[in-house]
């Protein structure tokens, strides 16, 4: 079935029911080893004609929120995103 699918799809199914770590603090990306601007930096180039860097996620996650795809919380510093 995952082979059917497009590189979008198959982001959406891996982050299906995820608690993922936005990961938009420069400090912290620095630091991070996975979470969702570790992501976009990997893949952003398979699915965008431009290759976007990890801060790109904090606008990629602000309209997530925003169109209610996904949730998000603090927590301490860290913002985690919710995908239902």
């Known amino acids: 079935m995952e082979e059917d ?9 891996g982050f299906l029911g995820s608690l ?3 990961g938009c603090d420069k400090g912290m990306l620095e630091h991070m080893l996975c979470g ?3 992501w ?3 893949k ?11 801060g790109h996620a904090s606008f990629i996650a602000a309209i997530l929120v925003n169109e209610n795809f996904i949730s998000s919380s603090l927590r301490g510093n860290a913002v985690y995103l919710h995908f239902p």
């Not at 699918?5 to 199914?13: F, G, Y």
């Not at 699915?47 to 990890?54: A, C, D, E, R």
């Open 40 to 42: 976009v930096q990997n």
């Open 20 to 22: 993922v770590v936005a």
């Open 5 to 13: 699918l497009d590189e979008a799809q198959a982001a959406e199914l």
């Open 44 to 54: 952003s180039s398979r699915l965008n004609p431009i290759k976007l860097s990890p």
């Open 36 to 38: 969702l601007g570790e």
